[in-house]
């Protein structure tokens, strides 16, 4: 099993669940995209449902047939008790189940997967969305529409607590990090097509002083729907820092190669990073 399959198979802690709820700003971003995008009468999918919010927000804007899709038991329970405190119980059908594998009884208009992670790392959005818009209708939605992923490089804080601590990401961007070359945008998914499993491709940054660059950052949107795009919340896109393992002295205004490569849904240790300078 690879990591990329093993990944659909994560159950997030209640935790982890309750964060993203009681995200304000990151859940108001996404009722605001359900509310412009489904429809009365439609059918949709909220897959990897959580605590059922999403679901909810489509049932109560029209939904017909809102399938919360959630692996964690607990929250399925939980999906149930919130869509009949709000009066769209008869709407709601929670399925305990694989998101990545789960087959609906009838095509869908609207695909909602809030599985996002910086990166699309750890996190199975894109196996999902590709199992899923199988059954999409023509003409139908997905919720995002697509995500894009920047990296810039880094010299980044290694030592807190007097421990070394390079051996690890982190999702957060501390004090005495900092951007020392260029940014630019590395990926670009998107869900109203087929996405491939993996990341493998090359971008070029330039220099903005020389420094030994111990790091990349990555960062990461995306567009929920038309013109709706995501930015940093408390549990949505936090950047993510990735250590290289070994330095790479930079120069002010040279140009460099960054080749990337990766599982979506991986681990940010399996990622490869090639760091060559151009010319």
């Known amino acids: 099993m690879t990591t990329a399959e093993a990944a659909t198979r994560v159950a997030f802690t209640p935790y982890e669940i309750s964060l993203c709820l009681f995200d ?17 009468g ?5 897959a990897g449902s959580g605590t059922g919010i999403l679901g909810v927000f489509a049932a ?3 939904a017909r047939e809102v399938y919360c ?4 038991p607990r929250f399925v329970r939980l999906i149930e008790h919130l869509a009949a405190r709000n009066g769209v119980a008869d709407r709601v059908h929670v399925v305990n189940a ?12 609207v695909i909602i997967c809030e599985l996002l992670c910086t990166g699309q790392f750890f996190e199975p959005q894109v196996q999902v969305m590709n199992h899923l818009r199988r059954f999409l209708r023509p003409g139908g939605h997905t919720v995002p529409r697509r995500v894009r992923s920047y990296l810039r490089l880094l ?7 007097g421990v070394r601590i390079d051996c690890d990401s982190r999702s957060l961007v501390m004090d005495d990090d900092e951007p020392i070359s260029t940014r630019a ?14 990341v493998d491709t090359s971008v070029h940054v330039v220099g903005r002083r020389s420094a030994p660059a111990d790091a990349v950052l990555i960062e990461g ?18 950047p993510e820092v990735i250590f290289l393992g070994h330095e790479v002295e930079l120069e002010i205004d040279a140009t460099y190669r960054v080749g990337v490569q990766y599982a979506y849904g991986g681990d940010t240790l399996d990622a490869k990073f090639d760091i060559r300078r151009e010319g």
Not at 69 to 72: N, T
Not at 226 to 231: D, K, N, S, V
Request: contains cysteine.
């Open 24 to 40: 304000v700003p990151r859940t108001r971003m996404w009722k605001e995209a359900i509310e412009d995008v489904v429809q009365p």
């Open 42 to 46: 439609d059918v949709v999918v909220d």
């Open 98 to 109: 694989d998101a990545s594998v789960w087959e609906p009884p009838s095509e869908v208009d």
């Open 185 to 198: 945008q590395y990926d670009e998914i998107d869900f109203s097509r087929h996405n491939p499993s993996r």
């Open 60 to 62: 109560m804007n029209g």
């Open 69 to 72: 899709i959630e692996l964690h």
């Open 155 to 161: 010299d980044a804080q290694e030592m807190i607590y």
């Open 221 to 238: 949107e995306a567009e929920l729907c038309e013109g709706l795009w995501t930015h940093t919340t408390k549990f949505l896109y936090n």
